[in-house]
């Protein structure tokens, strides 16, 4: 399957800053990608589509001026969480769509921690 | 509203021990069922499922899909400590993108 890293891998900023989260696919051109959030002992949630060249599309109560996504190339997307709070903590992982329609690969995740 | 409903929630046995893992849908546009394992990372792939009746086996993990009651199960023989994870079941729909809708997942501890 495709290779998907994701830079930083974990990260603590403070409340009101913003950080950036890099998500590359490293052997493949994924023209899609997705970017999930995971809350402690939940389970992965959707929070957008990210489609190289053109806006992403949100998920239903996913704020798109706080969470921004950037699909400039087709190995590179980037998640920008603007102005953090600490409710913004968690775990959010990326993962493209792969050459077959079923397929997704994920990246390891990068853990959010704002104080 | 599409919804994956995964049961048990956590799961604690001891090593050697076979256990069973569930997941119900409702959904529309269904494309196809994975089964994921997640422990302190991203989740893992272990199988995909479309079609009713064809067991899909891996070592001690096997899982099978049951399209017309609309659920699949997720089987663990001889579990081994390694086994202990989080258990993720996702439905894939039929839709412009490849959007996958995740289960709450099922917390599996095995003891020594």
């Known amino acids: 399957g495709a290779v998907v890293s994701q830079h930083p891998s974990w990260v603590i900023c403070k409340s009101g800053t913003s950080v950036k989260i890099e998500c590359r696919s490293l052997d493949f051109q994924a023209t899609t990608m997705f970017w999930y959030r995971q809350f402690p002992k939940q389970s992965l949630m959707l929070m957008a589509t990210?489609?190289?060249?053109?806006?992403?599309?949100?998920e239903q109560g996913v704020e798109k001026d706080k969470f921004l996504i950037n699909h400039a190339s087709l190995t590179l997307s980037t998640l920008t969480v603007t102005s953090a709070h600490p409710e913004d903590s968690s775990f959010y992982i990326c993962?493209?769509?792969?050459?077959?329609?079923?397929?997704?690969?994920f990246g390891p995740g990068t853990r959010l921690t704002v104080t | 509203e599409d919804k994956v409903v995964q049961s048990p929630l956590s799961l604690v046995v001891h090593e050697g021990d076979t256990v069973t893992l569930n997941c119900s849908y409702e959904?529309?546009?269904?494309?196809?069922l994975l089964w994921y394992k997640q422990e302190k990372k991203a989740p893992t792939f272990l199988f995909m499922l479309t079609s009713s009746g064809i067991e899909k086996k891996s070592g001690r993990l096997s899982s099978i899909l049951d399209k017309k009651e609309l659920f699949s199960i997720l089987n663990i023989t001889a579990t081994q400590t390694g086994d202990s994870a989080v258990y993720l079941c996702?439905?894939?729909?039929?839709?412009?993108?490849?959007?996958?809708?995740f289960g709450k997942g099922t917390m599996l501890l095995v003891s020594p």
């Open positions: 990210s489609n190289e060249g053109s806006k992403a599309t949100y």
């Open positions: 993962s493209t769509s792969g050459r077959v329609a079923y397929e997704q690969y």
């Open positions: 959904v529309t546009n269904f494309r196809s």
């Open positions: 996702a439905v894939h729909l039929l839709s412009g993108y490849s959007t996958l809708t």
